[in-house]
């Protein structure tokens, strides 16, 4: 376990720039890293809908609290070719204006993950079972997915709103001075266990839902999800590999059987008339 979380902790950590983790651990001492700390804990204590400046700076606080030592994938090209893709995808959203940024991690475990304000890493591992641009797309379209639906965002806010009234009843009892200190880096502390736990299994199946849509609107293929399913569904559950993704998500079977229910036969023209990109960056 403390291997996977040493994982993560790279994997949401993503830098501004979108090749390179660079300085981020010097990030730590940024005063920006500190007012999305701040913001963390006001956002908590209001019922106020999160703006989107907020949310950007909370994705980034909880990505300072993430770092790890697993970098990027060493390869720029990798890099800039996954970036197209994911930025092409998320210029198609209702979203377009936000930091959007795409990597691969390097690590052979199986697995992605969306950061609130629209950090987007997939791993290696992932990577190299993917078969053409399409799966790519349609992986990534369920990343852009969660962002698009805040659902990170709010599972942080709701599991702080359960946990924080007892923090503070517990920092009054002691008596203690820095209790705003504590409760903000409780946030952002409850904010790593969400991402280690994964998301609500209904998030998923949503973030399917929308990532086949949002694919096709793009111009990909819409049953590119679908193809890296089936081909995650295939691999053996005692792989090694796989265990962080049958930890934060539900099975690619079964996600499978409830996608297949709501596409139907709706996209297929969708299908027909994508053509597949020859460009495919494959991972030597």
Do not use: C
């Not at 006001?42 to 703006?51: A, F, L, M």
């Not at 790519?136 to 990343?143: I, K, R, S, W």
């Not at 998923?204 to 929308?210: P, T």
Request: hydrophobic share 45%.
């Amino acid at each position: 376990m403390k291997r996977y979380l040493f994982l993560l902790a790279a994997i949401i950590a993503a830098p501004v720039q979108a090749f390179s983790l660079g300085d981020a651990l010097q990030k730590l001492g940024d005063p920006n890293v500190q007012k999305a700390l701040n913001i963390g804990k006001k956002v908590v204590e209001s019922n106020k809908e999160i703006t989107e400046p907020q949310e950007i700076d909370i994705g980034h606080g909880i990505a300072a609290n993430l770092l790890g030592a697993a970098p990027l994938v060493k390869n720029d090209n990798l890099q800039k070719y996954v970036n197209r893709v994911g930025l092409w995808i998320a210029l198609q959203t209702e979203r377009p204006d936000l930091p959007w940024r795409f990597g691969v991690i390097d690590t052979p475990n199986v697995n992605a993950f969306a950061a609130p304000g629209g950090t987007i890493l997939i791993t290696r591992g992932l990577y190299a079972k993917l078969r053409n641009e399409s799966e790519l797309a349609g992986v990534l379209a369920h990343e852009i997915s969660h962002v698009l639906q805040k659902h990170q965002l709010k599972a942080i806010k709701s599991a702080m709103g359960r946990e924080w009234k007892v923090d503070l009843a517990v920092a009054a009892a002691e008596q203690k001075n820095n209790s705003d200190a504590r409760n903000s880096l409780k946030a952002f502390t409850t904010g790593t266990e969400l991402f280690a736990r994964g998301l609500d299994k209904k998030d998923e199946y949503e973030a399917d839902r929308l990532g086949v849509v949002l694919a096709a609107r793009a111009g990909y293929n819409p049953y590119g999800l679908v193809g890296s399913l089936q081909t995650l569904d295939a691999v053996n559950a005692q792989d090694g590999a796989m265990a962080l993704m049958f930890k934060t998500h539900p099975s690619p079977a079964k996600r499978l059987e409830l996608l297949s229910g709501s596409m139907g036969d709706l996209l297929d023209g969708y299908a027909e008339s994508a053509v597949e990109p020859a460009r495919f960056y494959v991972l030597k």
